[in-house]
Nanobody, 123 residues
Framework: QVHLVESGGGQVQVGGSLRLSCATS????????MAWFRQAPGKERESVAI????????IYGDSVKGRFTASRDTAKNVVYLQMRDLKPEDAAIYYC????????????????WGQGTQVTVSS
């Protein structure tokens, strides 16, 4: 059974930064796709960053390009999301997801999900 555990959410002011982490129990050499999604109240789930198995190929959502940076430490089985210049519209629950076979922004294709971590951005 694969477990994903997010951490690092919290409240930050507009323009501030946060770093989210997602730890997984997946064996390091399996290298599945790992991704960050978010969902705000009343809105659809949005793809934030898709990280390839090696961590070398990352696709960002249009709304976060240039502000968010995803990375992966395969030795530690952890994926990170560094968020900078946060805006009120970034407020959401952020989820880490994992797929053993799929690489892309369709959340329905991910087999495993974390419990989510709340990000609040205040002005």
């Amino acid at each position: 059974q694969v477990h994903l555990v997010e951490s690092g959410g919290g409240q930050v002011q507009v323009g501030g930064s946060l770093r989210l982490s997602c730890a997984t129990s997946v064996r390091v050499f399996d290298r599945p796709t790992m991704a960050w999604f978010r969902q705000a109240p009343g809105k659809e789930r949005e793809s934030v960053a898709i990280v390839s198995g090696t961590g070398r190929v990352i696709i960002y959502g249009d709304s976060v390009k240039g502000r968010f940076t995803a990375s992966r430490d395969t030795a530690k089985n952890v994926v990170y999301l560094q968020m900078r210049d946060l805006k009120p519209e970034d407020a959401a629950i952020y989820y880490c997801a994992l797929s053993e076979t799929y690489y892309g922004g369709n959340g329905t294709m991910y087999e495993y999900w974390g419990q989510g971590t709340q990000v609040t951005v205040s002005s």
